[in-house]
């Protein structure tokens, strides 16, 4: 398995539409469109030339996974379009924990001091996840951070580093 930064493959852009459907509506039912998270159709101009990325994890080139930072301000990101396949959670790949160590270094290596994400309330699997890094719950007025998202009763996170 490897985890690359994404580059224009419209098979690749394909998989990750997919992964995505498959994790925010056939396994969440959070009945989000594409038509709301049109950033995915556009990764190199929205998240990449604006000092961010977005990575994809690949197995026998097929896309498994993903997670994406986006910059808000000079210290501040969003972590982004983290998604993986239900086969590659937890052991013996702990592909979440990759994609996530991978951003935090590239975050980290670029100054950011600043972590924000939104995560849908009913999502546990990832309050979970996020808690355990690190991450604090923050109500919305302590959020602080301005950004599109398909708001589906969200849960606010941000961590500090």
């Known amino acids: 398995m490897q985890i690359v930064p994404y580059q224009n ?7 990750l539409v997919d992964l ?3 994790c925010q509506n056939i396994e969440a039912k959070l009945n ?4 709301e998270q049109d950033d995915i159709f556009q990764i190199s101009s929205y998240y ?12 026998e080139n ?4 993903s997670i994406a930072l986006l910059p808000i301000g000079n210290q501040t ?8 396949y239900p086969k590659f959670r937890g052991q013996p790949n702990r592909l979440g924990a990759k994609l996530y160590q991978e951003l ?3 975050a980290q290596a670029n100054n950011f001091k600043r972590l924000v994400l939104d995560t849908p309330e009913g999502e546990t699997r990832s309050h979970y996840f996020y808690e355990k890094h690190g991450f604090k719950q923050v109500t919305p007025e302590q959020f602080n951070a301005n950004y599109p998202y398909p708001d ?6 941000e961590l500090i580093f």
């Open 32 to 35: 989000i469109k594409m038509a």
């Open 152 to 157: 589906r009763n969200s849960r606010l996170y």
């Open 62 to 65: 097929q896309v498994v996974g």
């Open 104 to 106: 935090l270094n590239f």
């Open 48 to 59: 990449q030339s604006k000092g961010g990325n977005f990575w994809i994890a690949l197995e």
């Open 77 to 84: 990101a969003v972590l982004k379009k983290f998604f993986t």
């Open 20 to 22: 995505i459907n498959y």
């Open 9 to 15: 493959n419209p098979h690749h852009l394909a998989q």
